[in-house]
C-alpha cells in the first residue's frame, strides 16, 4: 500500500480492513479524517497478484483525482444524509413503545427517512458526472500504476460478482474452508467459455458496477485506447504470499 501510495503521489492509508464483499472501496472516516481502504476479500483471491495492484491503485486515486463526492463538504453531507435515513428506517425498538404510538413513530420515521433519501438522490444525481470522470480518472491511475493489462484483468474479473454469489449461495462446502479456498475453487471450475459470455452479456447490457460507475465496457475501452505496458509497482508472488497469509489472518 505505502509503495502504491508513492506512486500516485498520495498520503499514505492508514487503515487496511478485509471485507467479504467481491468489491473493493475507500474513503475517510472519523474527525481525523483517516484515510481506509477495504478490500474485498472474494475479489483480492479471484485475481492475480498484479491485478491487485491495480485495484488498490484505482481505490488510492480516489484520495487524489478531486473526486467531489470524496470531499469534506460533500462527502461528509452523502454520508450522513445515508446513514440517518438507514437508522430512521429502522423504525422504533418494540420493546420501548407499544400500540398506536409505535404506528405513529413509525410513521414519523417513514416520512423523514423519505425526505433524506430525496436529498440524497439529489445530491448524488448533482454530482453523477464529477463522480464518473473520477472514475475514469482512477482506472487511468491505476493503469499506470499497475499496468493496461492488469487493471483490465481487475476490471474484467470484478464483474464476475454475480457468478461468485450464485457459487456461494450454492456452495454446501463445510465452514472450516478458507475464503481463499473457496474462491479458488470457484475460479478453477469458471470455464473460459463462460467467462467470455459474461462479459458478452455484460457488454451488451453495458453492465455498472453500480450506478454511480460508468459501464465496465466503456472503462475497459478507455483503457485500451492508451496502454501503458510497464508498471510502476510489481506485486511478485513472494510478497502477494505473505500478504495472503496477513489478510487470512484477520478473519
Known sequence: MDDICDAARSQHIDVVVPINDFNAAAG????????????????????????RVAVLGHEVAHFVNGDIRRGVLVGSSIATLSQCADACELGPSPDRYGGIVTQFVDFV???????????LRVQLRLTLRSHRVAEHAADELGATIASTAAAVEALDTSSLAESWTRARSRSNEVAHHSIRDRVTSWRAELPPRERERLRRLGRQRLACADESH??????????????IDVPNVTLDAD???LIDAELLGTV
Open 28 to 51: 475517510t472516516v472519523g474527525l481525523r479524517r483517516r484515510r481506509v481502504v477495504w478490500i474485498g476479500l472474494p475479489l483480492w483471491f479471484a485475481l492475480d497478484p498484479q491485478p
Open 109 to 119: 420515521l417513514a416520512l423523514v427517512a423519505l425526505v433524506l433519501r430525496g436529498v
Open 214 to 227: 460508468p459501464p465496465t465496457a466503456y472503462r475497459i475501452d478507455a483503457l485500451l485506447a492508451h496502454p
Open 239 to 241: 510478497r502477494a504470499g
